[in-house]
């Protein structure tokens, strides 16, 4: 059974950094599509980031040159590092799995593309 569990959240102040991990059992990532999707009270969850294999990874617009997506496929494994953090960053924060096979990689952004998801954690960013 896939299971996939979130953790490193908190809250910080803006400028500030924060490093969130993924921890994955019941499959290989190596297999999988992986994403960091975002959920503001209010909101619509949206995708940050997503790793396809390595060597092959997608930003949200509004992340990039700030955020940086990673595996540690030893460890099953993801991690978001997330710096210069801003107010609007605020959010809970999802570690999201698909099995590579059939994607279409237009869509690793999508939360429909995805079928496996963590409880999320919360991310707290004050101005």
């Known amino acids: 059974q896939v299971h996939l569990a979130e953790s490193g959240g908190g809250s910080v102040q803006a400028g500030g950094s924060l490093r969130l991990s993924c921890t994955a059992s019941?499959?290989?990532?190596?297999?999988?599509?992986m994403g960091w999707f975002r959920q503001a009270p209010g909101k619509e969850r949206e995708g940050v980031a997503a790793?396809?294999?390595?060597?092959?990874?997608t930003y949200a617009d509004s992340v990039k040159g700030r955020f940086t997506i990673s595996k540690d496929a030893a460890k099953n494994t993801l991690f978001l590092q997330m710096d210069s953090l801003e107010f609007e960053d605020t959010a809970m924060y999802y570690c999201?799995?698909?099995?590579?096979?059939?994607?279409?990689?237009?869509?690793?952004?999508?939360?429909?593309?995805?079928?496996?998801w963590g409880q999320g954690t919360q991310v707290t960013v004050s101005s």
């Open positions: 790793i396809v294999y390595d060597g092959l990874t």
């Open positions: 019941g499959y290989t990532t190596n297999t999988y599509c």
């Open positions: 999201a799995a698909v099995p590579r096979e059939g994607l279409v990689l237009a869509w690793v952004l999508f939360r429909e593309a995805y079928v496996y």
